[in-house]
């Protein structure tokens, strides 16, 4: 059976400006008791894939991530969207590849798989074959 991933998040307030807040969005699987990933839409982590957020509300460090609330696309300051392509070895079985989209800049800034090697490494090959920087199947989702 394939895992399904799944995404929750919390708010926080900026440390700088209380007018801002930032969602911290944590993707869990099935098969783990503590979140696999941890993104935010922040624009440190939005250009370099790492920001002060991340750090601070790590779930290895802080069981924040337990107050998560499932993750609504349309309501939320980023959009996940996801294709589901074919297993290469096996026919029976598909995957699911998530985009996480930037609503400021309207492009995936962040990429997961719902395949084995994603849920256990945080890499595989369908995440390079499906990189939105290296083609637009992105768009389609």
């Known amino acids: 059976m394939t895992s399904k991933l799944n995404f929750n998040y919390i708010t926080i307030k900026s440390e700088t400006d209380s007018n801002k807040e930032y969602e911290i969005i944590f993707v869990s699987s099935d098969k783990f008791d ?5 993104t935010c839409n922040c624009l440190g982590y939005l250009y370099h894939s790492k920001c002060k957020h991340i ?51 309207n492009k995936p800034f962040e990429i997961m798989c719902s395949c084995p090697g994603y849920i256990y490494r945080s890499k595989c090959k369908h995440i390079d074959k499906y990189d939105p920087d290296n083609q637009n199947v992105w768009n389609k989702s």
């Open 55 to 105: 750090d601070k509300y790590d779930p290895s460090n802080l069981d924040s991530w337990k107050e998560a609330v499932p993750y609504d696309s349309e309501k939320n300051k980023s959009k996940i969207t996801k294709i589901t392509i074919p297993s290469e070895t096996d026919s029976n079985k598909e995957y699911e590849i998530y985009y996480n989209n930037s609503k400021i800049t």
């Open 34 to 38: 503590t979140p696999i990933e941890i």
